[in-house]
């Protein structure tokens, strides 16, 4: 078989790490050349940049898993990053190409589904969990590392350098998928010829979103999901932007906001969250993460000084804990036979969110009339707080107007999150899920708490 030795999580590891590492150097340059080509309209140009590509992402998703399932995970591998790094060299040669080829992009930007697929293929059940942790880590380790690298080559060396060094990290990555990793699936699991049918089933993004209302208590996770996610997502499209152009933070200022962010947000979720979730509960620990949610959007909303929004980050790096209590109540909740298909229900909804919210956040920006109509003035040391003084001289009553409209989405999730059942009925649960998918196991096999899966542990085409 092609590549270096026999397929291992060590490989995915390091094609997600130089994807993600490349993109990272290019966090500060976007965010000037987006500014430069779109003066008048930066916040919403962004959004709907943003917005077609997570909708295209969300749509093309499942296509891609089941098509990866037949023709194997080592051509869709170089596929996905071949195509998510494209635009990579166009920042300096056109801007307009390269916002143009980063929305349509979203079609194949979908490198994590694959790369789970990939795991999924080579780990035992038991070993997923850590499998899919050393992922995860090893995406949040390149992204804390990189805008701060990319900041400092910029400063130093200029644009053209950091654009020429990206460019040269994904060609490593596309050269190391070609040369390096292995083909995880199976030669007898693929069909004999790469001509076999896929299913429309198969390739329906909004499948998983259809069996979402036969059941009350996962209707309820679902819409806290989505009330808490639409925000979430139409922030990460655009914060760092809004950092850098409304509230003055320099380049290096932005990627020592990320890097923190990053820290904080991995030690919520290992030690706070496990801490949190013997103490007072699975559904405590989701309101009280809907509730730093919250105060964090507000911060943002009103905020109008640099420490306001280094205060806000670390309410919202506490926040990053009701994603992963969500997902471990669903667990709970469904029955051992389901857990694919709620699972498979809640990253729907985050994919359609990652779609909505960033075009609903930079049309909000547009409507308040939240614009810098000339280039940022020179940053000082103190943060920029001459564009932020510009800035509060436009619009002195609420800073950031979405942040405030997310806040008030988020409160409606915590709202609907207080009807759903701490201590779900798990013989009534299993029956209901056996009706609705017609399995018939004993009704009385409740799973054990111990036994609960991990989010996406049983999607082999997430």
């Not at 804390?144 to 990206?166: E, N």
């Not at 009534?428 to 111990?450: D, F, T």
Request: one cysteine or more; proline letters at 6%; hydrophobic letters at 50%.
């Amino acid at each position: 078989p092609q590549g270096i030795g026999s397929p291992s999580v060590y490989h995915a590891v390091i094609v997600i790490f130089l994807e993600f590492f490349a993109w990272g150097l290019l966090t500060a340059p976007t965010l000037v050349v987006l500014h430069e080509t779109f003066p008048k309209h930066t916040f919403l140009m962004n959004g709907l940049i943003q917005g077609v590509k997570g909708l295209l992402s969300f749509l093309s998703a499942p296509l891609i898993g089941a098509l990866s399932d037949v023709w194997g995970r080592k051509s869709f591998l170089l596929l996905t990053v071949f195509f998510t790094c494209a635009p990579i060299p166009l920042m300096k040669i056109s801007p307009w190409w390269y916002f143009a080829v980063i929305s349509v992009s979203g079609v194949f930007a979908v490198t994590f589904s694959v790369v789970f697929a990939y795991v999924a293929d080579i780990t035992q059940e038991h070993e997923r969990s850590m499998a899919y942790g050393l992922v995860s880590a090893t995406f949040a380790a390149s992204l804390v590392t990189s805008p701060a690298i990319g900041a400092y080559l910029g400063r130093a060396y200029g644009d053209s350098l950091v654009v020429v060094l990206a460019t040269a990290i994904a060609l490593l990555d596309i050269c190391f998928i070609l040369v390096a990793v292995p083909e995880s699936l199976p030669e007898k699991m693929r069909p004999a010829s790469w001509g076999a049918p896929i299913s429309w089933e198969q390739a329906d993004p909004f499948a998983s979103l259809k069996k979402v209302g036969q059941d009350s208590i996962v209707l309820l996770i679902c819409i806290t999901v989505f009330l808490s996610y639409l925000p979430e997502a139409g922030q990460y499209s655009s914060f760092f932007l809004y950092l850098r152009q409304i509230m003055g933070f320099s380049s290096e200022s932005v990627a020592a906001f990320i890097a923190v962010l990053g820290i904080l947000s991995i030690i919520a979720q290992t030690i706070v969250l496990s801490l949190l979730m013997r103490s007072i509960g699975n559904k405590n620990t989701i309101l009280l993460g809907l509730g730093f949610q919250i105060l964090q959007l507000a911060w943002y909303g009103f905020g109008s000084e640099p420490w306001m929004m280094w205060a806000a980050g670390a309410v919202a790096a506490m926040s990053s804990i009701t994603f992963p209590a969500v997902s471990a109540l669903v667990s709970r909740t469904a029955d051992a036979d389901q857990q694919g298909v709620v699972q498979g229900m809640i990253t729907g909804i985050r994919g359609l969110c990652n779609g909505l919210g960033p075009a609903l956040y930079g049309f909000i920006f547009y409507i308040f009339h939240v614009e810098l109509n000339e280039l940022p003035m020179p940053e000082s040391s103190s943060g920029g707080s001459v564009a932020a003084q510009y800035h509060l001289q436009q619009n002195s009553i609420i800073p950031g107007p979405p942040f405030l409209f997310g806040a008030c989405s988020v409160l409606l999730a915590l709202l609907v999150a207080l009807f759903i059942p701490e201590h779900t009925n798990l013989n009534v649960r299993s029956s209901n899920w056996k009706k609705h998918c017609g399995s018939h196991g004993h009704p009385h096999s409740p799973q054990a708490p111990g036994e609960a899966k991990e989010p996406l542990l049983q999607v082999t085409n997430v």
